[in-house]
């Protein structure tokens, strides 16, 4: 069982995941190129100043009318994006079996960091069942997007603290990493595909064409 | 048309008119028009209070009108406009009003030799064409532009043959316009007609109509194709004959079809303003392969070059052989010929003329408030006031120059080489 | 939770057109739309939205009716698009009138959302594919559709006929010869500087402004000039009902009379939406990237003319205004320093408002809602508290609105809220306030 889940599904869901997400982003550019209203009013300059004014925190007008959220937005995203990458066990196995290895961050570092996702996605639960402007365009799929996202890290968490049976943990950690590699390309977590294509898109359409802001 | 081939076309320079002397004599001075030939100029003028009347070439007519507008040279070089007094509309030609007078009247047409002028009128029978005075028997709710048929036999006009309460979408679905010829209108009716043709024998009328809300086709002589289209432009009739040529839209983009058939394999996101070359063999449209990327497209294939802002209408030389047409890119203005723009660009560019032996094109220019000559790119010595588009003597070596200089009107003929 | 005010609406634009639905009708012109046309932008936009609701606070829909979700951005678009894709366009007849609804009437196509929306989504993209589903169908409220039908009638918005349009133009360069020395209106003077358009209102019912423009024109010194035929109006319903194919053969004449008068550009009058639909919906549906022809809206034109000094103002307004920015022009175009600047140039008392500039709130009459009829002007009104209590803080006693969408919008809201304001165009001011010049002035 390990040795499969942890071999060719390894293979498998980073086979998906990147073939996968080259494959959303083809489509995409294709279906673009026949709508022929959308390259013809891209820009790279404002293309990039959209970005720069939504990857930076509290420089768009809406994360600074909700500090709180843009705060937990931010944590949320850095440390699931950077924690399995820079993490000890992550980089100990991309070495055995790639011989390759890059920078590592201390491992208390990742537990905190590990933690902060599991509480920010916390509140993300709890924003969507409380708040009703959320409650009233949610679905069960965000329920299960959020598990997605979040089960690696709440399984990853229990395997290196060892406080459940190691081995099944183990095991179950490396199956929600690879459900979430394998959802990205292929659910809503896509905008990580998307954000900066939609982005681009509205920046140019703001600001090369109506000669306005967009943040 | 008086004949081109016996103007004078000897005469280097005429000074036909002072037209800074007007000034002095009249308070208020409308816009110049010159007759095709040159020899004249006039302008509405205003004499004394609620009287005007119009000046050629210094000279008035006897009779005054409260309102003057739309003054113009018809082909035969006789003065047209449209005048007012008690509140009673009608037509002049060289100070003779016509005798029938409407509540209104609008957009004046000519047939080619210019004998006969033709007009929407508005009266107490509704709206209608009226001919050189005689107007269509019928009245309609309303009709908006018409068109002429060479001959001056057949006038055609779309028409609304039913009232429609304030908000009445039910009733317009029904259909309550259609084309009215002489009058007459067509059996059925349909949610819009537009873009009205008439054949060069004068047999057949063609238009845009919608059959449907979003389904489009062409009507000729009020039965429709049995192809309907997401939408299409105006349509011509084939030089002899009875085809009819549209530009029409498919799922894939913009073509052109001849009695409902495609005929042009390739797509375009947009296609209009197709021509007939002289000897009818060739077809020319403008086209946009793109967005922002105009071209001219002859028998379906495009010239290598596109212009950004716009492409102006197709013109042929007489030959068939050549087409020039106005472009614009980076607002600015220039003419391209077979696809091959000049080098200079200008503020505003007219339409291009082709000489009679198709080797020169000339066309009139503005550029920093002045108003030049260019043939083939080559910007003329002398910036004008005002200038009206340049015709090439019938041997293609002079060119006639209609321009005003130090508030004088002057003729000239001219060399082309001296321009 | 409130019902959506609209609900009781009677509309036979919509009410008796979904009567003459068929299931396999719906399903297949759905179908069309979210295939044809290659929808890369609908696909994207689905698929990135991550359901959280960070839109809400941007719909002045949404916060007037007490925080609603139904009336949120994400709200709008689940009520409608995410349930017509769920079920594959397998919908009825009573669903599609709901989506006429939401998209049509509640939803001022506004675009503030997009500003909110961490991703950039275009809801107002969206909602735009609603109403070109529902407009495919034939379901548009009664009043929306008959101003669409009178622009492919007579490319105006207004039925306005082609004698009425000249008579118009020559009645009122009458009038405006009373008050400066030959005013005129010249009409089809090829090679003008400047085409003026307008929309169907002002000769229909708000002739004056004809007067006004004749005036200012005289006293500024401008070549310009207006057509006597068809294009003279720049106004655009059916880009808002999702009649596209009319929308852009309205676009077509406008454009194209500025081409045959070989006018340098096109300066249009005082209105929003028009500035959309011939700016940008127009030309690109017809393949222009920009207008083959540079349009200029009215505000970029006073504020040329005040800059530049070819008006001089003799004494400003006293009372206290403030301004109604129009989406299409400050968010849709930057316009918000022009406008402020032509403001405190003529008013003594400028009152500025808050959100302002890209942030201003919509009037709320915009993007073809106030022209869906009287049935829907209650929860219209009621759909733009916030924009009574934002003018409310002002202070002010006049509002400018440089749109006649706003200006009928916020006439609405400030009766309705008693606000005890008046709207005026900002033409209106300028006339009051310019300088004649002498040799101009009426003896
Ligand atoms: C797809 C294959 C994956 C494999 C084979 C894998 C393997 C591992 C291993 C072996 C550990 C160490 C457990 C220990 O210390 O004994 C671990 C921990 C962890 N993994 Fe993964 N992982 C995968 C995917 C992911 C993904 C996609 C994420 C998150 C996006 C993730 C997040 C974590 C976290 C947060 C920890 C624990 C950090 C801590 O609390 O110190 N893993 N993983
Ligand atoms: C790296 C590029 C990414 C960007 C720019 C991005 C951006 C965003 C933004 C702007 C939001 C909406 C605001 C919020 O609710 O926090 C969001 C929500 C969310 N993102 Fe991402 N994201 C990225 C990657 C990811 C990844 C890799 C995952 C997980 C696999 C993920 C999972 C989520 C989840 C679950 C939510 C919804 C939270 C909720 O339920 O409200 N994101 N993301
Ligand atoms: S009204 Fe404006 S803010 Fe509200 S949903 Fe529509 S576009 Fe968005
Ligand atoms: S803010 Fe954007 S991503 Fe969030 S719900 Fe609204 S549209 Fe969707």
Redesign the pocket.
Same mark, same amino acid.
Do not use: G
């Given at each position: 069982m390990y040795e499969f889940v942890s071999g060719p599904l390894v293979w498998i869901s980073f086979i998906v995941f990147i073939g996968g997400s080259i494959y959303r982003l083809v489509s995409m550019f294709k279906l673009a190129d026949k709508e022929k209203v959308i390259f013809p009013y891209m820009s790279l300059k404002y293309s990039l100043r959209s970005l720069i004014h939504w #990857?930076i925190p509290f420089a768009s007008t809406n994360m600074r009318r909700r500090p709180f959220m843009t705060i #937990?937005?931010f944590a949320?995203?850095i440390c699931? @994006?950077l924690t399995p990458i820079f993490l000890l066990s992550h980089n100990l196995l991309w070495y055995q079996s790639w011989k390759i290895s890059w920078w590592t961050m201390p491992e208390r570092t990742a537990d905190i960091m590990t933690i902060i996702v599991i509480f920010t996605a916390i509140f993300?639960l709890i $924003? $969507?069942l409380v708040l009703p402007e @959320?409650r009233f365009v949610t679905f069960l799929s965000?329920y299960a =997007? =959020?598990t @997605?996202?979040v089960a690696p890290f709440i399984t990853g968490f229990l395997a290196y603290h060892q406080w459940l049976p190691y081995k099944t943990m183990l095991i179950l950690h490396i199956i929600s990493g690879e459900i %979430?590699l394998i959802a #990205?390309p292929f659910t809503r =977590?896509s905008? %990580?595909l998307y954000?900066v294509f939609t982005r681009a898109y509205m920046g140019s359409e703001f600001g090369a064409v109506r000669n306005s802001k967009d943040w | 048309m008086t004949e081109f081939e016996n103007w004078d076309w000897e005469t280097k320079e005429k000074l036909i008119s002072e037209i800074s002397e007007w000034r002095r004599k009249f308070p208020v001075i409308h816009e110049y028009v010159v007759s095709n030939d040159g020899e004249k100029i006039s302008a509405p003028v205003k004499t004394q209070e609620d009287a005007f009347t119009v000046c050629v070439n210094g000279e008035i007519w006897e009779n005054t009108f409260e309102k003057l507008w739309s003054l113009r040279f018809g082909p035969d070089d006789r003065l047209t406009c449209l005048c007012m007094n008690d509140d009673e509309w009608t037509v002049a030609t060289d100070g003779e009003t016509w005798e029938e007078t409407f509540e209104y009247v609008w957009n004046i047409q000519f047939t080619p030799d210019g004998k006969i002028i033709a007009v929407n009128v508005k009266g107490k029978n509704g709206y209608r064409i009226s001919l050189n005075g005689k107007t269509w028997e019928n009245g309609y709710v309303e009709a908006r532009d018409f068109a002429l048929s060479p001959d001056g036999k057949n006038t055609a006009a779309g028409v609304q043959t039913k009232g429609l309460g304030e908000g009445d979408i039910f009733g317009f679905a029904e259909g309550v316009w259609t084309v009215a010829v002489n009058g007459v209108p067509w059996k059925r009716n349909f949610l819009n007609v537009w873009g009205i043709a008439i054949s060069s024998d004068s047999s057949k009328i063609a238009a845009e109509v919608r059959v449907g809300e979003y389904e489009y086709t062409i009507a000729i002589n009020g039965d429709i194709w049995n192809e309907t289209f997401k939408c299409v432009w105006e349509p011509i009739f084939y030089p002899k004959g009875e085809d009819v040529l549209v530009p029409v839209q498919t799922d894939d983009g913009w073509t052109l079809a001849k009695n409902g058939q495609i005929i042009w394999e390739r797509k375009f996101v947009q296609a209009w303003h197709q021509k007939f070359s002289p000897d009818g063999q060739r077809i020319a449209a403008i086209v946009a392969p793109k967005i922002g990327k105009w071209t001219i497209a002859v028998d379906g294939s495009t010239w290598n070059k596109t212009f950004g802002d716009a492409v102006l209408l197709p013109v042929f030389s007489p030959d068939s052989k050549k087409v020039a047409a106005v472009v614009k890119e980076n607002n600015r203005w220039t003419v391209a010929v077979d696809g091959i723009p000049w080098a200079e660009d200008f503020d505003m560019i007219w339409d291009p003329v082709f000489s009679p032996d198709c080797n020169r094109v000339a066309a009139k220019a503005e550029k920093d408030g002045k108003y030049f000559i260019v043939v083939d790119g080559k910007v003329g010595k002398h910036g004008f006031e005002a200038l009206w588009s340049p015709i090439f003597s019938p041997d293609g070596n002079k060119l006639l120059i209609k321009a005003v200089e130090d508030g004088k009107y002057y003729r000239r003929v001219i060399p082309v080489e001296k321009i | 939770m409130t019902e959506p005010a609209a609900e009781a609406v009677v509309d036979p634009g919509i009410d008796e057109k979904i009567k003459k639905l068929t299931p396999e009708r719906i399903e297949s012109t759905i179908n069309k739309v979210l295939t044809k046309g290659a929808a890369a932008r609908l696909k994207v936009y689905l698929q990135t939205c991550?359901h959280?609701g960070?839109c809400a606070d941007a719909c002045h829909f949404y916060l007037s009716n007490d925080k609603d979700p139904k009336f949120s951005p994400v709200g709008k678009v689940k009520q409608t698009l995410w349930e017509i894709i769920r079920k594959k366009g397998k919908v009825d007849g009573g669903f599609i009138k709901d989506c006429s609804r939401i998209a049509h009437t509640e939803c001022n196509v506004c675009r503030r959302c997009s500003m909110y929306c961490?991703?950039g989504i275009d809801i107002a993209y969206l909602l735009l594919l609603v109403r070109r589903m529902c407009a495919l169908l034939g379901v548009v409220p009664q009043y929306l559709q008959d101003t669409v039908n009178s622009h492919a009638v007579t490319m105006n918005q207004m039925w306005v006929k082609q004698d009425e349009w000249i008579d118009s133009l020559q009645w009122q360069e009458e009038d405006a010869q009373d008050e400066v020395k030959n005013a005129r209106i010249p009409l089809d003077k090829e090679g003008a500087e400047i085409m003026y358009s307008v929309i169907g209102p002002e000769p229909k019912f708000l002739a004056q402004l004809l007067g006004n423009i004749a005036m200012i024109m005289a006293v500024a010194g401008m070549d310009w000039t207006m057509p006597s035929f068809d294009g003279w109006d720049n106004s655009n319903m059916p880009m808002y009902s999702g009649d596209f194919e009319t929308m852009a053969r309205v676009e077509r004449k406008h454009h194209e009379a500025a081409l045959k008068l070989k006018v340098k550009r096109i300066v249009m009058g005082e209105c929003g939406h028009a500035f959309r639909g011939a700016v940008y919906d127009g030309p690109k549906w017809l393949a222009w990237k920009e207008p083959p022809v540079p349009i200029i809206h009215a505000v970029q034109f006073y504020y040329e003319l005040i800059k530049s000094g070819r008006i001089k103002i003799a004494k400003k307004f006293k009372e206290p205004v403030t301004v109604q920015e129009p989406c299409n022009i400050v968010r849709g175009r930057g316009l918000g320093d022009m406008l402020r600047y032509i403001m405190r140039a003529t008013c003594e008392d400028f009152r500025d408002v808050y959100p302002r500039y890209e942030h201003n709130y919509c009037c709320g009459a915009g993007g073809g809602v106030i022209n869906c009829g009287p049935q829907w002007k209650k929860s219209r009104v009621k759909g733009n508290r916030v924009k009574a209590e934002q003018l409310k803080a002002t202070g002010a006693k006049f509002v400018v609105t440089p749109c006649h969408n706003c200006h009928s919008g916020i006439e609405d809201i400030v009766e309705h809220y008693n606000l005890g304001m008046h709207t005026k165009f900002f033409s209106e001011i300028l006339i009051d306030v310019m300088e004649i010049p002498e040799d101009l002035k009426v003896e």
């Open positions: #990857i #937990i937005t949320f995203h699931l @994006v993300f $924003r $969507r @959320v965000d =997007l =959020l @997605v996202a %979430m #990205i =977590l905008h %990580m954000f | - | 991550v959280c960070l961490p991703f």
